[in-house]
């Protein structure tokens, strides 16, 4: 019989590495005339809703629903809100922001990047029928 196969430790990060790589945090959800709906993962790994709606080709707005935000929504224990928000901080100001990936709330780091990732698949998929 075989030695039972093992790996070292050096073999075990590039596996978890590689893996940690291949799990999406954003995808879409569904597709409908001038609607697209991202499902993003936020804090705590809880995955929320990002709607978008889309005219000629181009992002003009971006909705996120607080209920649907579920537990990611509550955010850890160091979150000041005087800091912002960026469920309700975001829709407003990121659409048509050309500095929209700098964006990011203090202390709620993991919503900020589940909205931009949100948002970058929404620009990808304009970007693909002819938009910008």
Do not use: C
């Amino acid at each position: 019989m075989d030695a039972p196969f093992e790996l070292t430790s050096d073999e075990l990060e590039v596996i978890s590495s590689n893996f940690k790589k291949s799990v999406p945090t954003a995808y879409i959800e569904s597709i409908e005339e001038g609607k697209l709906v991202v499902r993003t993962k936020g804090f705590g790994g809880v995955w929320f809703l990002v709607e978008f709606s889309i005219e000629d080709n181009k992002v003009v707005s971006m909705y996120i629903d607080p209920e649907n935000h579920g537990q990611s929504y509550e955010y850890g224990n160091n979150y000041d809100h005087s800091n912002g928000d960026p469920i309700y901080d975001f829709p407003g100001t990121m659409v048509g922001n050309p500095d929209w990936e700098g964006m990011n709330v203090a202390g709620a780091t993991i919503t900020s990047n589940a909205i931009k990732a949100a948002y970058k698949f929404a620009l990808e998929y304009v970007a693909q029928k002819g938009g910008n």
